[in-house]
T-cell receptor, first 116, second 111 residues
Framework: DTEVTQTPKHLVMGMTNKKSLKCEQH?????MYWYKQKAKKPPELMFVYSYEKLSINESVPSRFSPECPNSSLLNLHLHALQPEDSALYLC???????????????FGEGSRLTVL | GEDVEQSLFLSVREGDSSVINCTYT??????LYWYKQEPGAGLQLLTY?????DMKQDQRLTVLLNKKDKHLSLRIADTQTGDSAIYFC???????????FGKGTRLHILP
């Protein structure tokens, strides 16, 4: 299984709603990532979890709250978002680079979020 | 700091070779990657090259790395309509888990 699965594929929410994006991988990867991608732009790193601990937070507003319940799952909790937060949210995972692997990211297909 | 630069657009005739260029600034880069993104989809790793290599070939894909000039290129031989996508150059270092992406080059295939 070389897939990263993201749900939902599409999400429309109001600015007062609370919702969550989910990501799952069963490749035994130890690092999981959230990226945000606006149209015609590159992915922007938001968070990195390494061995289920938050290792990188790229100064993301607190209305985005990541959670890593176990090594296979990654959530992104959304609360009080703004219309400018509308984007494609990509989850990725990677193997442990220290073990001699290339550290390449395996991406999910993304969750397209629209904030009204 | 870390920065990855690419030209934004490339137009190539079907059957010709496409060459997408990338420059990076971080001399401690360990791996450099090429990702492909089709409309509405996630990013798919095409190929990668380790920083101590000069060239890597994988079927229609050839990656060239000039470490002195911090220049990376991706050559796609016999370009097909299915190659139409955005191609992202990306780099990683041994310092942390970050992978930094360029802005992406949109490859357009002419009939």
């Amino acid at each position: 299984d070389t897939e990263v699965t993201q749900t939902p594929k599409h999400l429309v929410m109001g600015m007062t709603n609370k919702k969550s994006l989910k990501c799952e991988q069963h490749m035994g990867h130890r690092a999981m990532y959230w990226y945000k991608q606006k149209a015609k732009k590159p992915p922007e790193l938001m968070f990195v979890y390494s061995y289920e601990k938050l290792s990188i937070n790229e100064s993301v507003p607190s209305r985005f709250s990541p959670e890593c319940p176990n090594s296979s799952l990654l959530n992104l909790h959304l609360h009080a978002l703004q219309p400018e937060d509308s984007a494609l949210y990509l989850c990725a995972s990677s193997q442990d680079r220290e073990r001699g692997t290339t550290g390449e990211l395996f991406f999910g297909e993304g969750s397209r979020l629209t904030v009204l | 700091g870390e920065d990855v630069e690419q030209s934004l657009f490339l137009s190539v005739r079907e059957g010709d070779s496409s060459v997408i260029n990338c420059t990076y600034t971080d001399s401690s880069s360990t791996y450099l990657y090429w990702y492909k993104q089709e409309p509405g989809a996630g990013l798919q790793l095409l190929t990668y090259i380790f920083s101590n290599m000069d060239m890597k070939q994988d079927q229609r894909l050839t990656v060239l790395l000039n470490k002195k000039d911090k220049h990376l290129s991706l050559r796609i031989a016999d370009t097909q309509t299915g190659d139409s996508a955005i191609y992202f150059c990306a780099e990683s270092t041994s310092r942390d888990d970050k992978i930094i992406f360029g802005k992406g080059t949109r490859l357009h295939i002419l009939p």
